[in-house]
């Protein structure tokens, strides 16, 4: 199973819980997943994925097994959180633990759902987060680099260049800047991640509409550009979506969803373009196995090497590595099989050298 896991936070009443909701009631069968601890703010939720329902429905497989992502719903963040206020400990925590975060920004005006901040205001909601993830990190960094200071004197190598890597994201955390904006080189941005930040996380913005009420995008009035303007300025990542008409999708039909969401005016599915946009946003790629027995989606960083892909289903596959037979789900589907395939001589061999690409369908040969 993937590790990938994403935190859903942001300000109360902004639909996170509604959010969590709906993207848990879309969960794989625990079956698939023996050994995940059943945990109620976990929920574990399959990566949608056309290509591996036409591989496993090529092969007549008996079980089909996708991608996942972990979403764990985290506590709402409130002014203040840095210090301790509202449940502010808890919430950084647990961010800490994540590999992404989907921070959920309301973009509704419902006089029935109260704002914490009196009234509906995006950008703002978004700064006072950012500001509080932001306070946590630098108080962290400073308690680091005191630590760090006494070894790096003494000419420790380690300690020399972790302050370095602190000196680097120091300076903008202090301008309330994020550290995943620090211009580093590939050790040190292996140092920067061990250090947990906050800031250094990816973000997706999901831009929580609601239907029949004034919703800010619609609108297009000062708000909408001021939040449309700073995501295009920091080339943020973001979906639109409407948490409650996507949990009350869950309960109908595959088949009459289509026409519930045309008439609710709810064009695609936003949670699928969620889901897809955080494994995105981790810059992982899926690469398939497929036979009778199983057609699965495997998870891994894109770049990785054959031997690091077979890693990831069983760890001879690396080690013992000798090659891999190698072919885009495509071509195997007009194949019609893997015997066809190797017949027609479009099956390609591949030593421990060759880079995976999204959608390969692999068999590994090991010692």
């Not at 199973?1 to 969590?20: A, Q, R, Y």
């Not at 703002?124 to 950012?130: L, W």
């Not at 929580?208 to 300025?233: C, H, M, P, T």
Request: proline letters at 3%.
């Amino acid at each position: 199973m993937s590790s990938l896991s994403i935190g859903i936070v942001g300000m109360p009443n902004v639909g996170k819980s509604t959010l969590f909701n709906a993207l848990t009631r879309k969960g794989v069968p625990a079956e698939n997943y023996p050994f995940c601890t059943i945990d109620p703010s976990v929920g574990i939720v399959a990566v949608p994925d056309a290509r591996l329902t036409r591989l496993s429905e090529m092969s007549h497989s008996e079980k089909t097994i996708p991608a996942v992502v972990e979403f764990v719903d985290i506590a709402g963040l409130v002014k203040g959180a840095s210090e301790g206020e509202g449940l502010g400990n808890q919430f950084l925590s647990h961010i800490r633990e994540v590999d992404a975060i989907a921070e959920v920004v309301r973009v509704f005006d419902d006089e029935d759902i109260h704002h914490v901040e009196g009234g509906v205001e995006p950008l703002r909601d978004i700064e006072t987060i950012d500001l509080e993830l932001v306070l946590a990190d630098l108080e962290s960094v400073q308690k680091r680099s005191a630590r760090i200071e006494r070894d790096a004197k003494s000419g420790d190598k380690t300690a020399i260049a972790e302050g370095t890597v602190l000196q680097k994201i120091l300076p903008l955390l202090h301008a309330g800047k994020f550290a995943r904006s620090a211009q580093l080189n590939k050790e040190e941005m292996l140092i920067a991640r061990s250090l947990q930040l906050l800031t250094q996380k990816p973000i997706v913005y999901v831009l929580n509409r609601k239907s029949g009420v004034i919703n800010v995008d619609a609108e297009a009035g000062s708000r909408w550009k001021a939040l449309e303007g700073f995501l295009e300025q920091n080339g943020a990542q973001y979906v639109v979506l409407d948490a409650g008409v996507e949990n009350e999708l869950t309960d109908v039909h595959d088949d009459e969803r289509a026409d519930f969401r045309r008439e609710l005016g709810v064009a695609s599915d936003g949670l699928d373009a969620l889901i897809k946009s955080g494994y995105a946003l981790l810059n992982l790629i899926s690469f398939f196995t497929t036979g009778e027995d199983e057609s699965r989606a495997w998870t891994i960083p894109r770049g990785s090497t054959a031997p690091e892909a077979g890693a990831v289903i069983h760890s001879d596959f690396r080690d013992k590595f000798i090659r891999a037979e190698v072919i885009q789900w495509e071509k195997l589907l007009g194949a019609g099989s893997w015997g066809k395939a190797r017949e027609q001589g479009v099956l390609r061999t591949e030593g421990r050298e060759y880079v995976v690409q999204d959608g390969d369908v692999m068999e590994f040969l090991h010692s």
